[in-house]
Each structure stands twice: as C-alpha cells, then as structure tokens.
C-alpha cells in the first residue's frame, strides 16, 4: 500500500477517534485533568493518579492527559516504561508536542538508553515555539555528561543558557562538568552561580550546602555521586 495512502488513512482513524469523544465528555476530561495537576503539585500523587484515569477514560485521545500521566509514572512511580508508554501515546496526537519528547528523552535516559533520550532531546529543541528549549538542553547536557562527552554537555549547558540567563540548572551541570575535566576553579564559579540563581537557594552557600549533606543520604545512584561532587566543589 503506497504511504501517503497509509498516512491519510491513519489521519482519518485519530480524526474519527477524536469526533467520537463528545465536547461534555472532553469538558469533563478536561475538568478532571485540571484537578489531577493540582494534586500532583500539591505533591499528593495518588488522587492526582485517580482523577487523570478518569479523565483519561472520558477521552482518551488527549495529549496532555497522556502526558500528565506519563510524568506521575516517571517522576514518582518511578515506572519508565510505563512512562514511555503514555508519552509516546502523547506524540501519537500530536507529533510536534515538543514537552512529550523532553519528557520521553528524561524516560530513556533513566533507563539508561542515552542514544533515544539524545534524539528525544533535539526534537525537542529544533521546534521553535517550545518554549522549555533551555530545559531541554540542561537534560540533553546532562546525558552528555553521563557518557563523558564534557565538550558536548558544555556546549549545550551554554546554549541552555543563553535562552535563559539565570536558569541555575545547567550552572549546576557545568559545575560537575568542569568538575570531572579537573577544571576546579571553573567548577566552584559555575556552582556559585547556579546557587546565586537557584530561587532556593538565593546565594546562600551555607544553606544550600547543608542542604545537599541532608539530601546525601536520601537518595542513591547517579543523584548521590551528583550531590558527593557539589559538597566537594563548595571546598575549591
């Protein structure tokens, strides 16, 4: 069957998909889903579970509720395949939804599978109304970083910045970055920049030192080998 055939067919079958969802039953959805991320803000995640799954059965067609659902699998239950499949189903509604791919690219790389969450990453980035691209290129720095390709994590920790000045995440990247190149006093500037800006933080070095002892010790893996080399970087 020739592919233009097969793509128009596969357009009409969503479009139909969608028509079938009446507007009382998107309004509900939308009216759960709203719900939902207040829940999941105020960090209360399984009734912000509960209310997306029903607006996910009023209409099961929407991208962000897919999405919503995807980062609560990701971010909380720590579930990525399950994550990866919510975001793709995202991408399946929308293939420009640019917040799924860095979403989708976070999922990947937890599970270690740096090539996909790379490419996830620069989708992302190469739509021009995203406006998270400088989240996109903290994530895609930081899987750089991950494979040791400290050129690559800074160009994009640099680019990151220069969509937004005093984003502190890609400064804590360059920090470590700098920090594995033995570049030490390169990485105690990044860091106290990335404390300057960090709304947390707001330049106070003893607090947010204290904070990363205090955080050592509840995390584990890649996060606490993170944490060990701020704590080493605020000695410099």
Not at 17 to 31: H, I, L, N, P, T
Request: glycine share 4%; net charge neutral.
């Amino acid at each position: 069957m020739n592919k233009k055939i097969i793509l128009i067919f596969f357009l009409i079958t969503v479009l139909c998909a969608c028509a079938s969802v009446s507007q009382e039953d998107q309004k509900q959805a939308y009216f759960h889903y709203q719900i939902g991320m207040s829940y999941f803000h105020d960090n209360n995640i399984q009734p912000a579970y509960v209310e997306l799954q029903k607006a996910l059965e009023l209409n099961p067609y929407d991208k962000q509720i897919h999405n919503a659902l995807g980062i609560i699998y990701l971010s909380k239950l720590e579930d990525y395949p399950k994550a990866v499949e919510h975001f793709k189903k995202a991408l399946k509604y929308d293939e420009d939804y640019a917040e799924a791919y860095t979403n989708i690219g976070n999922a990947y790389a937890k599970m270690g599978e740096f090539n996909k969450a790379i490419e996830s990453y620069r989708t992302a980035i190469s739509n021009p109304f995203y406006r998270n691209q400088a989240l996109a290129l903290y994530n895609l720095g930081m899987v750089y970083y991950r494979l040791a390709r400290y050129d690559l994590a800074l160009d994009a920790f640099k680019d990151s910045i220069r969509r937004y000045s005093t984003f502190p995440l890609p400064y804590y990247g360059m920090a470590l970055t700098y920090n594995a190149q033995g570049m030490y006093g390169d990485a105690a500037t990044a860091i106290t920049h990335a404390i300057e800006f960090d709304p947390l933080y707001k330049g106070d070095m003893e607090k947010a030192s204290q904070d990363f002892k205090n955080r050592k010790i509840q995390v584990k893996g890649q996060e606490e080998k993170d944490i060990a080399s701020y704590l080493d970087i605020l000695k410099y």
